[in-house]
């Protein structure tokens, strides 16, 4: 099954959704708070590397880097969507 069809069915069916937005927030939880915060500033709150980097007085590498592996630990911790 392909991924957008997947997509298609969690739009669809409710329970899917639910399931879908559990494990999200669940993979997320697990990440470690460098990453986490890393993550939610891009991805979720748009912000850009260079701001990110400012507010936790860290270097942009150093951000790239963290978002870099959360976004990997994610990919993992939600394969079982993909498969």
């Known amino acids: 099954m392909s991924a957008s069809t997947r997509l298609e069915l969690a739009e669809q069916n409710p329970e899917l959704q639910i ?3 559990h494990d999200v927030l669940k993979a997320i939880a697990c990440l470690s708070s460098e990453q986490r ?5 891009r991805d979720m709150e748009g912000m850009t590397a260079p701001a990110v980097a ?3 007085n860290i270097t942009v590498e ?10 990997n630990t994610l990919r993992q911790s939600l394969k079982h969507w993909d498969e």
């Open 19 to 21: 399931a879908l937005h």
């Open 37 to 41: 915060q890393v993550l939610v500033m």
């Open 54 to 56: 400012s507010i936790l």
């Open 62 to 71: 150093t951000v790239k880097s963290r978002l870099h592996r959360a976004r």
